[in-house]
């Protein structure tokens, strides 16, 4: 990525290009710094930003948001206080938990103890939801799977053999599974008739 906005300018004439700004930056991609480093730099917020939005898990967000509430105790940083707990509530939270009502919340503490008794329906809820998602994959590829078996088996299929195995549960195709090396055509692999 450039560094400096003059390299986002396209070129101009030479006469111009004595008035081209010149304004450059530091780029850290936080996703990409080592965890290892980001922990030994003590103290430190964007260090501390670096590692929540690398998202090691629930406990990891808590202990982070104790760290920065004990980072920023004192008065002069009231400004980077609320900078912090906007940035949590309202980018942080809705990233990790889509359609979570975070209410309006003033402190750091406040947004810990909301984390504290939100924390344990949510992580039931991811569970749940990455269950769900899982089984769905898991038929899905089932059912490609089988698709692919049929098809090595019996070449080309019709387009309502194959929707019929796109729309079988893991139960059935496991039950056709049983007996497709042993059948001869396609009907005896869904009729389970002996061949």
Not at 6 to 14: A, C, K, R, T
Not at 64 to 72: G, K, N, Q, T, Y
Not at 90 to 114: C, I, M, S
Not at 147 to 163: H, I, N, P, Q
Request: proline share 5%.
């Amino acid at each position: 990525a450039p560094l400096d906005v003059g390299e986002l300018i396209e070129s101009v004439p030479e006469s111009l290009a004595l008035h081209l700004p010149s304004l450059r930056y530091c780029l850290i991609d936080e996703k990409r710094l080592p965890l290892d480093m980001l922990e030994s730099l003590r103290d430190n917020v964007v260090a501390g930003i670096a590692r929540v939005e690398q998202d090691h898990g629930a406990a990891h967000l808590m202990q982070m948001v104790e760290r920065f509430a004990r980072w920023l105790e004192s008065p002069e940083q009231n400004a980077l206080r609320r900078d912090v707990l906007a940035w949590l509530s309202k980018v942080v939270l809705p990233a990790r938990v889509p359609g979570a009502e975070v209410p309006e919340l003033r402190d750091l503490e406040e947004f810990k103890t909301y984390l504290e008794v939100k924390m344990q329906p949510w992580t039931e809820q991811w569970r749940d939801e990455g269950r769900e998602e899982g089984r769905r994959e898991g038929e899905r590829l089932g059912n490609e799977l089988f698709l692919r078996l049929m098809t090595g088996k019996f070449g080309s299929l019709d387009t309502a053999t194959v929707r019929r195995i796109q729309a079988a549960d893991t139960d059935q195709l496991l039950d056709w599974s049983s007996r497709l090396l042993a059948s001869a055509t396609i009907d005896e692999v869904f009729a389970g008739a002996e061949p």
